[in-house]
């Protein structure tokens, strides 16, 4: 998975992108792309969205 501090414009090739925890569509390129980061039983998870209309519906479903 590409690193997600990278630079926005990098190129990212679609399959190695991270994709939208929402709606599974790679996240490449954008600049709306939202990342949530939470600690589990002592391990780091963390979900990517390619925007707040995704990261609004997965709120919706946990």
């Known amino acids: 998975m ?10 990212v090739d679609p399959a190695d992108a991270p994709t939208c925890a ?3 569509e790679p996240i490449v390129n954008s600049p709306s792309h939202r990342v949530v980061t939470w600690v589990d039983d002592g391990e780091t998870r963390q979900r990517h969205f390619c925007g707040d209309a995704c990261r609004d519906d997965w709120d919706d479903e946990r």
């Not at 590409?2 to 190129?11: F, G």
């Open 22 to 24: 929402t709606c599974d």
């Open 2 to 11: 590409v690193d997600p501090t990278s630079d926005l414009e990098e190129d």
